[in-house]
Nanobody, 122 residues
């Protein structure tokens, strides 16, 4: 019943911008902290960014200044706006949800989307 559905991934050139969306259903979106994680080929899942119930934000060092997370509670949607993309950003990007405070730890998140592929070419 709980669903997080990511969309917006694709193939872009280094330096380009791309926006990802995550539409949530099956739980009370406004009561949850939302986050984005990514997993590149042969790499561990990595924290990207998180946004609290009150729209406070936190970013991983590798994306700070380039990525922006936001939420639209009326649409049960969280957005990840990515700019100045680098080949190192190539990964499957996952939307996730948790109760309580923001966290950088994937283990703390209850719900996960299926992921959307972002590929950045040189």
């Amino acid at each position: 019943q709980v669903q997080l559905v990511e969309s917006g991934g694709g193939l872009v050139q280094a330096g380009d911008s791309l926006s990802l969306s995550c539409v949530a259903s099956g739980f009370t979106f406004t009561k949850y902290t939302m986050g984005w994680f990514r997993q590149g080929p042969g790499k561990e899942r990595e924290f990207v960014t998180t946004i609290s119930q009150t729209s406070g934000t936190y970013y991983g060092a590798s994306v700070r200044g380039r990525f922006t997370i936001s939420r639209d509670n009326a649409k049960n949607t969280v957005l990840l706006q990515m700019s100045s993309l680098k080949p190192e950003d190539t990964a499957v990007y996952y939307c996730a949800a948790k109760t309580g405070l923001m966290s950088v730890s994937s283990d703390m998140y209850e719900y996960w989307g299926q992921g959307t592929q972002v590929t950045v070419s040189s």
